[in-house]
């Protein structure tokens, strides 16, 4: 595998080479100081070019990068409609098991680029002061933040409701739709509830990382462990469980941060769980 420096050495000297690529940024983990590095980091990079179409026309350029082992070009897919407007990015996972992100910016959109950029951005390479003021880059859009009353009830809301989906689901023999509103919507709002009570404990000045990777460590070892097997799908009877843990989570966590922050606590978490033990004293047994 080739090393960081060899792979920045060849991003951006192909770069210095081609004069219709003006400024070349990093984003994503590699810029991000609280994430540990490792092999498989993607190197996430942007080239504000001058002649998309150019750039677009065949795929032969992209040889300087090393051998390929598979390319995705999500803006030219029909399946999965694109989602970056002007823009055009390769997704390419090289033989060596390097994955380069690389996407081509008009030049004209370098303003707006900088303006919905999430924080975690480097310029690299700016050939003609395009960036006047370069970022420094930051995670602080991912910091976990005091949920507000109303955001406090509707991740209440959404969790108890979706909950009721996955009861029926069981109940049915569905199992793929109960699995999908448990760990599609469901869970995610559970992790939400614990970041928040995370951050009611230790501060506003940190991420628990994309998809709450890093939760784990700020969690109780008994509440990690109910929480993987929250993600327990193998039949109905794991499904069952898997729910009750969330049910059993949700309420610690939820119940924590209400009573943190002075927040009225839902009543329709003992309706939802009288309801679903009705639905499971039939069914689930």
């Known amino acids: 595998m080739r090393s960081e420096q060899e792979m920045m050495e060849t991003i951006l000297s192909f770069a210095r080479r081609d004069d219709r ?10 810029t991000n100081v609280n994430i540990p590095p490792d092999r498989f980091q993607d190197y996430d990079i942007a080239y504000f070019v001058t002649d998309m179409d150019a ?27 694109p989602e970056l407007g002007n823009w055009f990015s390769y997704l390419i996972l090289f033989e060596d098991g390097n994955k380069l992100d690389l996407t ?12 919905n950029s999430d924080g975690l951005v480097e310029v690299l390479l700016d050939k003609d002061g395009i960036a006047k003021r370069p970022p420094v880059a930051s995670d602080r859009q991912y910091w976990i933040r005091k949920p507000s009353a109303r955001e406090f009830d509707d991740c209440c809301n959404e ?16 199992i793929l739709f109960a699995i999908d509103h448990l760990g599609g919507i469901a869970r995610p709002n559970l992790l939400r509830m614990m970041a928040w009570r995370i951050g009611a404990d230790r501060g506003y000045n940190f991420s628990v990382g994309k998809n709450y990777k890093f939760i784990d460590r700020y969690l109780p070892k008994a509440d990690w462990g109910k929480l993987l097997s929250t993600c327990s799908n193998g039949g109905y009877a794991e499904a069952w469980q898997s729910l009750f843990a969330s049910y059993e989570l949700f309420r610690t966590y939820s119940s ?26 039939e069914f689930g047994q």
Do not use: C
């Open 256 to 281: 924590a941060v209400a009573e943190r922050f002075g927040y009225a606590y839902p009543d329709y978490d003992a309706a939802v769980t009288k309801y679903t033990n009705e639905i499971y004293s």
């Open 159 to 174: 969790f108890w409701m979706v909950s009721t989906y996955v009861v029926k689901g069981l109940a049915r023999e569905e």
């Open 104 to 115: 081509l910016i008009p030049v004209g959109e370098t303003e707006n680029y900088f303006r």
């Open 21 to 30: 690529i003006r400024m070349v940024a990093l984003e994503g983990s590699r």
């Open 55 to 81: 750039f677009k026309r065949n795929d032969d350029w992209l040889h300087g990068f090393g051998r390929r082992l598979m390319m995705q070009k999500p803006e030219a897919m029909e399946l999965f409609p």
